[in-house]
């Protein structure tokens, strides 16, 4: 601009002032709700994040920046908006030196003083807030009673919801920062290790069951700047109606009962798909697959403790002495260890004391390592690898005994007992 004469320079701007009649300054577009709203009768909300009342939800009083947006009506207002937003001098925006009465701004306008300050004037026209709000026919809306007489309309108000371009900009550069071609570089990595199981200190996040709205369909500029740079594209986060599941954990009556559940807690499902994914691929017998190998092994073993530990917090000591727990002893060890603090039960004392020596005597840990093996390999066969037997089983127990928290001092070696 600075290479222009003087005349066409004025002349130039002077097309982009008298555009600002076509155009409003706004955080939260009407148009992005009913995309023919016309602007000079339709009032699009301006009120930054500290004008707001202050909530603890979550709302665009949480963005502690200033958002600007043009929603105009022609193709004259991208150009306005470009100049306006785009065009940044010591951090902040056009708009924002307009709106504030820069007297810098209105100097840089016109050599003239009378020239700049008509200028000046006319870029002001964006700002409607000085104006009666009014709402739009078709725009969302809702009736509020505001009296006790729902047969008189006099008593109702109406309100407008509002549509934040500051949220949806936040999310939208959150979002494209952890996908496509906008990923940085630092999410790119801390993904690879993700799915590698491998250390890293950065985060990786994940937006599951993400869809979006295409605000202004095939034409965002109809909507407003914003939404042209957007592409439209306004992401929605999942709102999903919770997943329930039983409020208390039920009791693992069987083997069969305690195996099922630890299928199904935490990762476990998930790492067993992993190893057998992995296994299926047959891959080379080197150093790196033994150790990708055992890294999935290492969280299982350490899946097998939390899943003791969740029991032990989720159920009084002494559960196990119930008449219809069919756990085998070894079971009952792991699952039930403060039961050895209670008092014998009378004409149960026999039965007490031996509990106490078995846990003492300390081999029961091989046993349920053993078991969690050979429920491993039935798990691995279900996912098709056929050709795992008693030297895997020894493989996944010896990894089970020295990843679990066992309480106990015992011995390493493969027990003969098995699962149901």
């Known amino acids: 601009m600075a290479d222009k004469p ?12 008298r555009a600002a009649r076509e155009v409003q300054v706004a955080t939260h577009p009407v148009r992005a709700t009913y995309p023919k709203a016309h602007v000079n009768e339709t009032t699009s909300p301006f009120v930054q994040w500290d004008e707001l009342p202050q ?5 665009t009083h949480d963005l502690k920046h200033k958002v600007w947006d043009i929603p105009g009506n022609s193709a004259s207002s991208l150009p306005l908006g470009k100049f306006l937003l785009g065009v940044v001098v010591d951090g902040q925006p056009l708009i924002h030196w307009l709106l504030s009465g820069d007297a810098d701004f209105v100097a840089a306008l016109s050599d003239d003083g009378e020239t700049a300050t008509r200028l000046a004037t006319e870029f002001r026209q964006i700002d409607h807030t000085s104006q009666s709000p009014a709402s739009h026919l078709m725009a969302k809306q809702i009736y509020w009673l505001a009296g006790s007489e729902p047969t008189n309309n006099a008593q109702f108000i109406q309100l407008q919801p509002c549509f934040s371009i500051g949220m949806s900009l936040v ?4 979002i494209n920062a952890t996908y496509g071609r906008n990923e940085t570089e630092d999410h790119k990595r801390a993904r690879e290790a993700y799915f590698k199981r491998e250390p890293d200190t950065g985060t990786y996040r994940q937006y599951r069951d993400l869809a979006y709205l295409k605000v202004g369909g095939s034409h965002p500029k109809n909507v407003s700047y914003q939404y042209q740079k957007m592409g439209g594209r306004n ?5 999903l109606p919770p997943r329930w599941t039983q409020s208390r ?11 099922n559940q630890f299928h199904h807690f935490g990762e476990v499902r998930a790492l067993v798909k992993l190893l057998a994914d992995f296994l299926k691929t047959d891959p080379p017998p080197t150093m790196e697959t033994r150790q990708k190998r055992e890294a999935i092994e290492t969280e299982l073993g350490q899946q097998l403790a939390i ?17 219809d727990c069919e756990l085998h002893d070894a079971e009952k060890l792991w699952l039930d260890p403060e039961r ?7 004409g149960f004392e026999a039965a007490d004391e031996a509990f106490i020596a078995a846990y003492e005597r300390g081999d029961w840990p091989d046993e349920i390592a053993g078991r969690f093996a050979l429920w491993l390999n039935a798990r691995l066969r279900d996912a098709g690898i056929t050709d795992v037997g ?10 089970a005994i020295v990843e679990a928290d066992w309480p106990a001092t015992i011995q390493r070696r493969m027990p003969t007992g098995g699962i149901a």
């Open 6 to 17: 003087d005349a066409d320079f004025v002349e130039w701007l002077s097309n982009k002032a």
């Open 249 to 259: 954990t039920r009791r693992p009556l069987n083997p069969d009962d305690v195996w």
């Open 235 to 239: 992401y929605l986060l999942a709102s």
């Open 390 to 399: 008693d030297s895997e089983a020894k493989h996944w127990a010896r990894q």
């Open 307 to 323: 899943f003791a530990a969740f029991i032990h917090n989720r159920f009084d000591p002494g559960w196990t002495r119930a008449s």
């Open 340 to 346: 050895i603090e209670l008092p014998p039960r009378e």
């Open 171 to 174: 999310l939208y550069d959150e």
């Open 55 to 59: 909530h603890q939800e979550i709302g």
